[in-house]
């Protein structure tokens, strides 16, 4: 009888580890539920005393000073009270909890123990979050969830929004001109702007959506994309004059809705509603930096004035500015500062300066900066953006090769739309007429 028993259990373990290497291999989120997350659960809990101690998460009640005897002694309890641990709950390949900070305690320490903590868990990064006041979120990811990023299909196109790439939360990183209309991208060379233009372009060319694109590097990344922009400037001089033809355009749209009884172009018919603009600047720098002459000078303000005129009063009648620079600091001119105000999205890459990271997220989220500032050479296209819910997130675009979107471009370049005062500017620009 015993040996019958013996036999089904051998069997049932048998099946319980085929089964289970099965399930597992075929759905990795599965491995992670079932083995990955277990086991950084238990470390999480049984290192916590010890990880706050060490790295002064801890408080103390004790007096500071007491006496003994004749003397009085100064100095810091050893031992004292770490801050309350939730239950560490799993999230797709990792672990989050929730910590209760005892009374005088802040997010900041926290913040510069996430290396600590990362490596007391063995897990890749850990994220430190304050969603309310009083508590702290910690978000201890197992691997890089950015190093690969897959592009789920099926996304649903809906006008003016784009799937950029994946977020390090595991949602999707969506760009949506009609919540966030005017972004500023920066990064060093080579950390991505253009890839995220490329994708971009790619994105928005199926959709009835005109693409203006001014590339003062001599049109080497945006030309590309040429047979689906309604126009393109090259040049300073061409940009002066596309940017002073899209404040017309404003005008003239002002004066459409205005005629309706419409707060924005939104509130037209749909007959009578003119097709949104999206601007794409690489290279900001370009545009405003000059040898000096009087002639550069008056340019280089007039497509500041431009720039701003267009951010300022741009959202509510469709006009939309992508702005890419390697290096956006004030030096650039008094002016970048004003658009930096309009240009509500962000998303820094690797940056080689602090300043632009100061720049790009110094005035939304402080401690985004020393974030974006760690990005590594190796992750093109990882940035730090603004997150729908009002912080913000690590993402990674899809990588969107200059072919992909050329191949877009082509295949949608009858859906150009051609905007009246634009075309003028177009023609001008290709006959290279000067003025
Ligand atoms: N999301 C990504 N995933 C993988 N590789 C990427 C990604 N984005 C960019 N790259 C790689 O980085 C290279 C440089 O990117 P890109 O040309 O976009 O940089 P850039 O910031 O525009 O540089 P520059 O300032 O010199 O124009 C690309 O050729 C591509 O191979
Ligand atoms: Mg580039």
Known sequence: MDAVVYAFALAALAWVLVA?????????????YLTGYPSMAIRVVTTWRKVCQVNDLTVSYQPARRVLGDLVVRGEALRGVAPRLGLPRPVPGGVRVRVRLRPGQTPAPFLQAADALAHAWRAHAVRVDSPERG??????????????????????????????????????????FRRVPHWLIVGA????????????????????????????????????????????ATTRRQAVE????????????????????ARS????????????VVVLVDELAELYLTNGS????????????????????????????????QRVGSD?????????????????????????????????????????????????GVAVTVADSGGWVRGRTYLTTPDDARKATLEHADRTPRLPLLALAKERGDRGEER
């Open 265 to 276: 172009i939104w509130d037209l018919e749909d007959e009578a509603r003119p097709v949104p």
């Open 242 to 261: 596309v940017l002073g033809e899209l404040v017309n355009e404003i005008q003239r749209r002002m004066y459409l809705c205005r005629a309706a009884g």
């Open 294 to 325: 009087r002639e550069e000078r008056a340019e280089a303000e007039q497509c500041s004035t431009y720039l701003l005129r267009l951010a300022q009063l741009g959202a509510a009648l469709g006009v939309y500015l992508v702005i890419a620079g």
């Open 332 to 380: 650039l001119g008094p002016g970048v500062t004003a658009l930096r105000a309009q240009l509500g999205g962000r998303v820094c890459h690797r940056v080689n300066d602090p300043g632009t990271a100061e720049m790009a997220l110094g005035d939304l989220h402080k401690d985004a900066v020393a974030v974006a500032q760690s990005i590594r050479t190796d992750e093109q």
């Open 20 to 32: 289970g290497r099965e399930i597992t291999e075929r759905h990795p989120v599965w491995r992670w």
């Open 135 to 176: 508590v702290v979120t910690l978000t201890a990811s197992a691997s890089d969830p950015l190093a690969a990023p897959h592009e789920a299909s099926g996304q649903p196109a809906v006008l003016l929004s784009v799937v950029l790439g994946l977020l390090e939360t595991g949602g999707v990183w969506r760009v949506d």
């Open 189 to 232: 060379t080579r950390s991505g702007k253009s890839t995220l233009l490329a994708r971009l372009v790619a994105q928005l060319a199926p959709q009835r959506v005109a693409l203006v694109g001014i590339d003062c590097k001599g049109g080497m990344e945006l030309a590309l994309f040429a047979d689906r922009l309604t126009v393109l």
